[in-house]
């Protein structure tokens, strides 16, 4: 081992000090990293003590509600995603059922803080710009709500690091990121989901901080506290907003990296003791917060029992358990030889047929059969009408007349007397699809090809056809095409109507039609009356899990399904760095504006800080490849695994991003910076001194005690935290008009205001003459 | 110390070292003729927990001495036989060239029987058959592939006397002129090369004889590898290629041990030559370079643990990666595009994809018999000079989004809808149009030449309407403003107007220092040139320039290039792609100049060429609108839940039909299930009981003792039950077969071009790795607990018959260990499984005569289209 010289040796890597390594520890380095308390700079003795820990906190959390409830009433205008939030909080008190791609725990506070500050749920909340004062919304209440949790979020932080064994101005140059940060400002002042989630997020983080700090106080009734008290907030992150299941697999690697420690043959004597850990953890950060998961969507849909927007979203099934609902009133089975309208799910055309022929021949040279048209049609018409025709024997009468799931029908169209078919020709506007036309009734000469079958969705044998609730799909008997449109219009000879056509794909999920109505009996006669006097109808009983199961699949699909673009998303790489934002909200005359963006000196510093931690333990990491040891245990100790924790939390609420295809917005990365902030107060610890308080963690009774050593940053600690601070306020003072709306800004005050030239704010003044296009 | 006088990894308890022992220490060591007698299996399981003893344990386990690379898997070193003196010595030393010898004949006959029965065009042949023609005839084409497979092709028909006069329209029959039985036969035998290639890649992994016969038959009997190597398509070399990679990075491996031998340097050269073969063939090949690329940076991870090495042996190690693995790779597909540029030297259809000046130099252009000078009234093409630009197009489809107006958009080939004219600007005296001049020649009028800063519109030829921008953002670029066509010859406004801006000449330099803005006249030195002038023009009134980027239009803009106009901060320098050259020149009022021009250098040809096909490789996106029922989703492939007709599937026509063989498919899908969860379960049990075979010595003392967690007893060290031998085969193996699947299959599902079931082919390689490797893990390498004179036995020796001994065999046979018996009817079951299910589904790959119906049984899932 001549290579090594004088290089520490190298001491067993073990994911977490233990005895055996601290022994060597005490040999090695007690005199250079364990030192008497009292030997601090005096500073530091004052700032440590308790009395000024709450000074500082108080002064932060002060500040920050001050900031955050400057000039709230300020627009009286509905802003941004108000737009969608506020609208929920009002379906809340009239108890009207909505659908969200968002779990419903935050959108259930705003309800209440709406039901708090008196407000009676009529208005809509419809557009950007509508005005709260002339429509009388207690908006300020509802604002309140996030307002007052984004201002706690600043104390959470700072007792996080507090938490974590770091110096008063350590934690409150963390807390102090978030607290003068323009972002977290505007998003916290608005009825917007993210302050909810952030602030949860970090109490989760809080609490899992405070939980491993007990692990050697493990299966006490503090320790059980901590664990649930961590699935509880993690319960309620993930409650508030979709995002906030990032919060969830944070925890969920960090408690893997956890448990593949405790599988250690050196650390745990028997698999019993494994699987204790094990049981707690799976208890406290599974079925607790999936319970309370759950009895969030409880809490929801006992609140909105009646009919609403959210109606079309769900299964008939769903539907007819809200009050009031359409088709709960209407739905009624449908008989042969009924005259219905049928309309297409997505689209909402009618299928529509009248006497005009396709072309013979299309304009890219295809030939058509020259059949008459089958379009789907947007309005009410006689020619909507169609009837069904049986191809089976019949009885004379009762509910053998009843037409049923997988049945072969006819569509006979009233008004030419022909029947639907469908043939290998190749559809006018799409190659791959085969033509929807008719054929005269009396010729039976192509009979085969007018059959189709009556697909019901989610149907079990046998099961009657009801028009509005029953879904079905319409599938050729012969070649097997579902019967289906698309938004592209036919050109002119048809009137611009909506192609119709037969989709080879079996499985077409869009290819659902339902019976709007259903016109007249066989005899002609409005049916409403057949079935007799209807008595009114009740909401019937859905069981609560299928209810939130199918709620859940739903809000999967339309997450992945929100893919347009909008002109305000940006891609995840340009969030740190600040280089676009979002435009909340603009008033034309006084020229005001909310812009969303960050303060550019915290964001910068967080960029920085994040960069400089990844070269440290990369450096790290290098250097004991090579077996030399830099950095003295217990720093690396605070790195690796307090720090490396931080780390996870940025890396896994911002990775996943990456692999999204749906819009996104700069606001997503708010969680990650909350982290960022975090590991930036750590490295500033790291770089201004060696020392450090450890250890942190609460020992066991029977553990021997360590010698501690204290963290010592001196006089350039409070300094440094000050001038930063300085800077943190200039920056944010410079960027509050855009932060608050106002005061208005001239042209040139907006272009001073555009640090970076990729940022889109309105009002610029104008370098180049506006001209009509 | 150990014998070797290396240092000895701690944990490694004494009896255990002798009883293994290095591969220096006994050269005769094999896997599959482990001596251990203690079946590892059975050490670890048993006994419960803390029944056991109490043991010695050392706590440096987790610290591992990079000394231990010398354990790692593969193939042991094999000791240097003695020539051979008798003819019976060089029979039984070369017996082991015999299985591959054949496998490779066997591999001949599936290959080639048949190979021309259908006389048509078959599925891609279409492409690459088109491509062969275009080399014969040296015309310069495009396409998204690199060049070598297509070369290969090219040759194949060279050398069997092709003359390229065919066109290969698809599905069309061969005429008797095109020797398209002798070009298939070429380039199967890139399939008949994969045979041999799993065979010696399994044995050089380290895999026991029977996996080893697995990998081969597998190879050998997998109807989608057969059925994809018959035709003249880049597939086969594809996969050969690929094999080769994993073939000569397994090898690599093995030379771990005499670093920077002869042995070591070629198969390290060879490693980073194949790789730069597959990548020159198809770009999938990246995705085998990944693998390697991991594999080096483990390897030199190691290596910068590993204290014995000098700084300067690390250098050369590294140094050694880097020569081999970056620069060798990158100058064979260099080499590749060189020679392609080389044959390719006559005008052809791909000429508009390159910069104009590759084109001028191309046999059979006329560019350079254009005018030279452009003036007011040319008609013109123009042609973007950023790396991958196309020519300024314009269309009558019209904008669905933003003014509705006539789409412009960059185009990649020849077409009349390229053609401009330059006017001038509405408030200058028109010479052609304007009604106040009445109707008059132009040709009376004085030539006007363009020069620096003169204002003009660019009106299309074909709609005469006016290039023109307003403020509107772009389609897909929002931050620029809209480009579209308005107007016509007599309708317009200033909006039509652009201020051309010249750059500078590509040969004459910087023209405008001849430009004398007081004088009237132009210095003739000024004017702007045809193909060598670099230009840019800017919006009169929105001071935007006209650009285009790399962004493809959705599908109503035909996925063509999106132009907009581009704003740019005063000052900073002209982005690439708003600078335009004037590529093809019409003027019949000026002469056309012979002129000859300066090649373009290759490395820009090169570059340009990349990118070109980068961009239309991107703009392969699966159109939402149209179902394309070839096209299939990469997670049906696995599972083999689709196929794919290859050809027409009339009753007359010789059917074709691209699947797999669902044994080999299910069996490697399924195993590395079964892998994945088997190394969890491995990884989890080293870290509750450490590595090895555990720890037999009772502890010394319990010192140690209180060391665990609350101070209580540490347990007993059972170990994973795998030898330190085992736990690397098993390692090594396994981040091959499976890294390789892994990153052959991930990056399909995220990318978002149109897939197709034979891009699976390649990743099929790494389950079927991964298939005879679990066997080899769970029954062919575990020791047969029987007396050594049975090892002796060759294994494979079972299965020959000897009729004149059938008794004598079975007795043999009944004798064996229960061990070996298993690994025998486990064998027999595999393979019988894997030729039955071939045999079965032969008719696919081999064509399918006659109407379908007749061939019975072939949907075993319901969405084969085999029979509707």
Redesign the interface.
Known sequence: MAGTGKLRQRAPVSARANFEYDRIQEEEHTDDVYQNPNNRHPIEKILETDKASVVVVAVLTALAFALRFYKINHPDQVVFDEVHFGKFASYYILGEYYFDVHPPFAKLLFGLAGWFSGFDGHFQFENIGDSYTQNHVPYVGMRALPAILGSLTVPVVYAIMKQSGYSTVIAAFSAAIILFDNAHIAQSRLILLDATLIFFMSLTIYAYVRFQKLRYREFTSEWFGWLFATGIFMACTWGSKVNGVLTVATVGVAVLIDLWGILDYKKSPSMDYFWKHFAARAIGLIVVPFIIYLSFFWVHFALLPTSGTGDSFMSPAFQETLAGNEMLLSAQEIRYYDTVTIRHKDTKVYLHSHVERYPLKYDDGRISSQGQQVTGYGHADENNNWQIIPTKALPETGRGRIVRHNDMIQLLHVNTDTVLLTHDVASPLMPTNQEFTTWPRDDTSRFNETLFQLSLTDAHDGEAWKSKSGYFRLIHGQTRVSMWTHTKQLPEWAFRQQEINGNKNPSEKTATWFVEDIVADETGEDPKERTGHQPPKVPKKMNFFRKFGELQLLMLQHNAGLTASHPYASGPLNWPFLIAGISFWTENDPQKQIYLIGNLVGWWTCVVALSIYVGILGADLLARRRNNDPIPEPVRNRLWNSTGFFFVVWAVHYAPFFLMNRQLFIHHYLASHLASALIAGAVLQFILSETINYPISVEAPTMRRHKRQYVDIGLKGPIIFVLFCIAMFSMFVFLAPLTYGTPGLTGDQVNGKRLLSSWTLHFAAKKTAEVVP | MNPGGRAVAVDFVEDEFEEIGYPETLPTYSPHMDESAAARRRLGKGKP??VEEKVW?D?????KAPSLRSISGGRPAQPALPPPTTLHEFIFQNMPSIPPLVYTLLACYTRFHRIGLSATVVWDEAHFGKFASHYLKREFYFDVHPPLGKMLVGLAGLLSGYNGGFDFKSGADYPPEVPYVAMRVMLATFGVGMVPLGWFTAIELGMSQWAAHLVALMVLFDVGWLCISRFILLDSMLLFFTFLTVFCLSKFHNQQSHPFDFDWWTWLAMTGISIGLVTSVKMVGLFVTALVGIYTLQDL?DK??D?HLTPKEQAKHWGARVLCLIIVPILVFMATFKIHFMILNHSGPGDAQMSSLFQANLYGNDFHNNPLEIAIGSKVTIKNMAFGGGLLHSHVQTYPTG?NQQQVTCYHYKDENNEFWFWPGWDQKDTVWDPKYGPHDPNDEEVRFLKHLDVVRLVHVPTTRNIHS???PAPVT?ANWEISGYGNATIGD??DHWVVEVLGDVVRGDVNRYLEPKSATVDPRARIHALTTRLRFRHQ???CYLSAGRTSLPQWGFKQIEVSCAKE?AGSKPAEGSIWNVESHWNTRLPPAARSLSRSPFLTDFIHLNIAMMTSNNALVPDP???D?LASKPWEWPFLSVGLRMCGWGDAQIKYYLMGNPIIWWGGSISLIIAAFVSVGLV?RR????GGRGTRKPAPNSL?G??????????P?PGDGLTQREWAQFWHVTRIAGGGWILHYLPFL?MGRVTYIHHYLPTLYFAVLMFAHLLDYFVFQVPSTASASLQVVPTSSVSLSDLNSIPKIIRTFRSLPRMTRIKVYVFTITVSAIFGTFWWFRAVAWGIEGPVRDTWGLAWRENWNIYH
């Open positions: 927990e803390g344990y706590d440096e386990d987790d610290y991870w910068f643990g204290l003014s307003h403020t509107i929002k200033v909006q009134v929105l001071g901060e609108d149209k179902e029922l989890v870290q509750r009981y450490g140690n209180d060391s665990g967690r609350n101070g209580a007893a540490l347990a060290r995220i």
